[in-house]
C-alpha cells in the first residue's frame, strides 16, 4: 500500500524520484527502494514524505483512504473524487467539485430549517 500510495502521489505532482529523494533528503536509489516495497523508511523520513505530500502518515500507511485527517469534510471530498475519477480532465473534476458543493450547501440550509 505504502509503495502503490507512494508512487501515486509523486506522479501527480509530475515529479520524478529524484526530484522527490532530494526534497525528502535520501538517495535516488533509496527512494526507489521505497516505491518498489524493497525498503521502508524510518519515522523521521516518513514524516517528511507525508509533509512533502501534504497527506498524513495513516494515508502513507494504508490505515485511512482519506489523504489528511486535518481535512474539512469538502477537502475530504474534493480528495475522493480526484482519486476516484482519475479518468476526467481536470475541468471536469472542478465542475464536480463545485456541483457537490452547491448541492451539500443547499441541503444544509434545508436541514437547519427543518431543526426550527
Do not use: C
Not at 509530475?14 to 536509489?29: H, P, S, W
Not at 494515508?59 to 469538502?74: F, I, V
Not at 475541468?91 to 437547519?112: A, P, T
Request: charged fraction near 40%; avoid cysteine.
Amino acid at each position: 500500500m505504502f509503495a502503490e500510495r507512494l508512487r501515486k502521489l509523486r506522479k501527480e505532482k509530475r515529479l520524478t524520484q529524484e526530484d522527490v529523494a532530494n526534497r525528502i533528503g535520501v538517495a535516488r536509489t533509496t527512494y526507489a527502494m521505497y516505491e518498489q516495497e524493497r525498503r521502508e523508511p524510518d519515522s523521521l523520513t516518513l514524516q517528511k514524505i507525508a509533509d512533502f505530500f501534504e497527506v498524513s502518515t495513516d494515508y502513507l500507511l494504508g490505515r485511512t483512504d482519506l489523504p489528511n485527517n486535518n481535512q474539512s469534510n469538502t477537502d475530504h471530498l474534493k480528495a475522493w473524487l480526484r482519486q476516484s475519477n482519475t479518468d476526467l480532465s481536470e475541468e471536469e473534476i472542478e465542475e464536480l467539485e463545485e456541483d457537490i458543493k452547491d448541492y451539500l450547501e443547499v441541503r444544509m440550509k434545508r436541514i437547519s430549517r427543518n431543526k426550527k
